[in-house]
């Protein structure tokens, strides 16, 4: 017995805007053909208008989400199926965060990240997937409102980091510890802002932590207060009760620190108003001043 596959769909591929089937699909992704070092002087006449397909990028991105509001990612593995209990757990810490006032953004595929849209959506809140360009054609899932597609990495990160105030990262594999690391990374060096950033799911994760703790950070690669960026949980609850909390005390903590730098700089400019000139300054407005007793009675009085 024989099956006739001609009515299966045929293989597709998302190149930005563009949808690629059958032989029009690529062989090399837009990241592999921008990292390739390729031969001779080619790449001088190819990376000017690749240079404006990148700003482009972020323009459409910008433009996109702009007005999304606060928002937080959710990341974990495209791989995991929908009767995974993490995929219920998924969808239940996409429905806490918009029963917060979030927005929620995924990275529009399959898996953990369907789960998310999907109840973000089923709680009518709005569901945000940022695609990318892949060799294997995931394709935006069914529950995203708001989808916008990369051919670049680098871009889709940035929109994740601009338009997020906390990342909770279920189960995944080399993608979500990518999105993870990076975020970590950004919050020691100060690049940005801190935000919350919420491991869900105990058993999975207690083994990283585990080796930051006994073997990282007794290496001194890592400081002790790094790994308390992470913070472990085993409910949709608790992620979404440490998303709220934890965000509300780092914007009072950005707020403190604003006010401080403010009366820093009132003050710096108050002292400087009172400073006697300088240097070639200094030297000219007392050259150019007329000598006058009363004034220097005054000066010497405290007076002005």
Do not use: C
Request: proline share 5%; net charge negative; glycine share 12%.
């Amino acid at each position: 017995m024989t099956t006739d596959d001609s009515s299966a769909p045929a293989p597709e591929y998302r190149r930005g805007p563009v949808l690629l089937r059958r032989d029009q699909i690529p062989a090399m992704t837009s990241d592999q053909r921008l990292l390739s070092r390729g031969e001779g002087a080619a790449w001088l006449h190819d990376d000017p208008w690749r240079v404006m397909r990148i700003q482009s990028e972020f323009v459409e991105g910008f433009g996109a989400l702009a007005e999304v509001g606060p928002a937080v990612s959710v990341f974990g593995s495209a791989r995991t199926k929908p009767d995974d209990p993490f995929y219920a757990l998924g969808q239940e810490v996409a429905r806490g965060l918009v029963e917060a006032g979030y927005a929620v953004i995924t990275g529009g595929g399959p898996g953990i990240m369907e789960a998310a849209n999907k109840g973000a959506a089923e709680a009518d809140g709005l569901s945000v997937g940022l695609g990318i360009e892949l060799p294997f054609e995931q394709g935006m899932n069914e529950w995203v409102d708001l989808g916008v597609n990369f051919r670049y990495f680098f871009a889709r990160k940035m929109m994740f980091v601009k338009y997020s105030e906390g990342f909770v990262v279920l189960p995944g594999g080399f993608g979500t510890f990518d999105e993870l690391f990076e975020a970590l990374t950004l919050v020691q060096t100060h690049k940005v802002t801190g935000f919350p950033i919420v491991l869900v799911g105990v058993e999975y994760w207690s083994g990283l932590l585990t080796w930051l703790r006994d073997t990282v950070h007794p290496a001194g690669m890592i400081a002790a207060a790094d790994i308390d960026m992470l913070q472990l949980v085993s409910t949709a609850q608790e992620a979404v009760e440490h998303v709220v909390r934890r965000g509300a005390e780092l914007r009072a903590q950005e707020q403190a620190a604003a006010r401080a730098a403010a009366r820093d700089q009132r003050a710096a400019a108050a002292a400087g108003k009172h400073r006697e000139p300088t240097g070639r300054d200094g030297r000219a407005a007392r050259a150019a001043a007329p000598d006058d007793p009363q004034a220097d009675d005054a000066l010497a009085d405290g007076g002005w």
